[in-house]
T-cell receptor, first 114, second 117 residues
Framework: NAGVTQTPKFQVLKTGQSMTLQCAQD?????MSWYRQDPGMGLRLIHY???????DQGEVPNGYNVSRSTTEDFPLRLLSAAPSQTSVYFC?????????????FGEGSWLTVV | AQSVAQPEDQVNVAEGNPLTVKCTYS??????LFWYVQYPNRGLQFLLK??????LVKGSYGFEAEFNKSQTSFHLKKPSALVSDSALYFC???????????????FGGGTRVLVKP
């Protein structure tokens, strides 16, 4: 099993550009989410989805869009990149939405906005 | 609101010595607690979790953690540290009383562990 796969791993964007971070999981997990990691702040939830066709905002959603057309894929779109979006982005998934379920993370996408 | 505190930015330990990474939490209900490890330029790897039952939880790579409800702590421990344990460690909590799908995992700021030969 590949688990949670993210692409690209590294990306440099200019301010104002748009891009999509791809995320796919092959574990048939219902729950998928995107986090960003910033130094000293741990990980913060951007958006999440509890199944195909269902998405919702996390704690830091501004500047990002998501969609969930299939169970496997959960892309994150940056609409107009800003330097404040320079961060490491992690896609994560879990089986079901129970709070006790383990969340599994992808390898991360390092994004720099100049 | 739920929160996690990892009071040490970095922990230095000699190889073969015991390793402890501290974590305290705050939730309204009962906590679900998790530990993750992150190696350089890699994603987070799940180590262990406490949901219910025995307060001492054993996980991957010889790590264990003890849930202490009265002290609201969930410290990560390893009896004998290896150089390969050098990494960034994150504690995280979810409130078991929140049934909504948006019950996010709240992370601490992370503790860097450096194990010296």
């Amino acid at each position: 099993n590949a688990g949670v796969t993210q692409t690209p791993k590294f990306q440099v964007l200019k301010t104002g550009q748009s891009m999509t971070l791809q995320c796919a999981q092959d574990m048939n997990h219902e729950y998928m989410s995107w986090y960003r990691q910033d130094p000293g702040m741990g990980l913060r939830l951007i958006h999440y989805s509890v199944g195909a066709g269902i998405t919702d905002q996390g704690e830091v959603p501004n500047g990002y869009n998501v969609s969930r057309s299939t169970t496997e894929d959960f892309p994150l779109r940056l609409l107009s990149a800003a330097p404040s979006q320079t961060s490491v982005y992690f896609c994560a998934s879990s089986y079901g939405v129970s709070s006790g379920n383990t969340i599994y993370f992808g390898e991360g996408s390092w994004l720099t906005v100049v | 609101a739920q929160s996690v505190a990892q009071p040490e930015d970095q922990v230095n330990v000699a190889e073969g010595n015991p390793l402890t990474v501290k974590c305290t939490y705050s939730v309204s209900g009962n906590p679900y607690l998790f530990w993750y490890v992150q190696y350089p330029n890699r994603g987070l790897q799940f180590l262990l979790k406490y949901i219910t039952g025995d307060n001492l939880v054993k996980g991957s790579y010889g790590f264990e953690a003890e849930f202490n409800k009265s002290q609201t702590s969930f410290h990560l421990k390893k009896p004998s540290a290896l150089v390969s344990d050098s990494a960034l460690y994150f504690c995280a909590v979810r409130d078991s009383s929140i049934k909504a799908a948006g019950n996010k995992l709240t992370f601490g700021g992370g503790t860097r562990v450096l194990v010296k030969p």
